[in-house]
């Protein structure tokens, strides 16, 4: 005997998924219509409880999914990244720079001394640095910071020398040493 939700649900077929979306949403609207539309469970509050908790695991499980096709590595490194973000990342820094703005971002804990380098790097070479994130980051973080990066900083040593960023560097270093001779560094 077949169970009666079984029967009036529609099971997720290539041909379903062509003409109404991704594999996986036609998987996530096959479980929700499965195991908790037609579900008894939703009539108690525990259980409302548990229906929300399991909508929210397979959400998350699915977007996560879908960005895996969009991952990959950088060479040398297990360091993922998305293409996608990227790409996007090359093309804002291209707008930029056409648009006369010279910036890099970054990200992660900042050094003692970020502050004189970020000052330095504006007064001297007109160069913004963003803090785009924490040291928390996502494929899409790290792949826009790359691809941002690699047009933005190549144009930026074209103009004022391959070691811009290191001259910078070292005097930013310097200074804060200067102004605080006791550290930390």
């Not at 099971?11 to 195991?35: C, D, I, N």
């Not at 909508?55 to 977007?63: D, L």
């Not at 790409?87 to 930029?96: F, H, I, K, L, Y």
């Not at 006369?100 to 970020?118: F, I, K, N, Q, R």
């Amino acid at each position: 005997m077949t169970c009666e939700r079984e029967r009036h649900v529609r099971k997720p077929t290539m041909e379903h998924a062509v003409t109404h979306g991704s594999w996986r949403m036609t998987a996530a609207e096959h479980f929700f219509q499965l195991y908790i539309d037609n579900s008894p469970a939703h009539t108690s509050g525990i259980n409302d409880m548990k229906k929300w908790i399991l909508i929210a695991v397979f959400g998350a499980a699915c977007t996560s999914g879908c960005a895996v096709k969009d991952r990959t590595t950088f060479p040398g490194s297990p360091m993922t990244y998305s293409r996608k973000a990227y790409e996007g990342g090359r093309a804002d820094a291209q707008r930029d720079i056409q648009r006369g703005v010279l910036a890099t971002e970054s990200a992660g804990l900042p050094t003692v001394w970020a502050g004189e380098y970020d000052r330095l790097l504006k007064q001297r070479y007109g160069v913004e640095d963003r803090g785009v994130a924490g040291c928390m980051v996502d494929d899409r973080i790290v792949g826009h910071m790359a691809g941002y990066n690699e047009v933005s900083n190549a144009e930026i040593k074209r103009r004022f020398g391959a070691d811009v960023f290191d001259r910078t560097a070292k005097d930013a270093q310097a200074l804060y040493k200067k102004k605080h001779p006791n550290g930390p560094y």
